[in-house]
């Protein structure tokens, strides 16, 4: 069992910058991965970004390569999500999540690939 607990969702102007946080506590491995998704009003939950737990194997969508980055904090075992030069069409609710099958092999973007799952926060970009 891994349970996710995420902050640091709020209301930005667009150019600005925000930082996730994705606590996890209970059982979680190295052969993990992470993954951030996003889910608009009216739309489906679409794959953001996956990274290895332990760190390094990225993957990030097209809409926010360059902009976005996935980073963690050993001692606290917490991911982040760093998101600079937001525009308002990436205003949605932001989720975490844990694939605990990762075991190592391409990162995934599916979400029914992913077990656990934060609660979500808010993200509005402002024009």
């Known amino acids: 069992q891994v349970q996710l607990v995420q902050s640091g969702g709020e209301l930005v102007q667009a150019g600005g910058s925000l930082r996730l946080s994705c606590a996890a506590s209970?059982?979680?491995?190295?052969?993990?991965?992470v993954g951030w998704f996003r889910q608009a009003p009216g739309k489906e939950r679409d794959f953001v970004a996956a990274?290895?737990?332990?760190?390094?194997?990225?993957y990030y969508a097209d809409s926010v390569k360059g902009r976005f980055a996935i980073s963690r904090d050993n001692a606290k075992n917490t991911q982040y999500l760093q998101m600079n030069s937001l525009k308002p069409e990436d205003t949605a609710v932001y989720y975490c999540a844990v694939d605990t099958q990762w075991n190592w092999g391409p990162l995934r973007m599916n979400t029914r690939d992913y077990d656990y799952w934060g609660q979500g926060t808010q993200v509005t970009v402002s024009s």
């Open positions: 990274r290895a737990w332990s760190g390094g194997n990225t």
């Open positions: 209970g059982r979680t491995s190295n052969s993990y991965a």
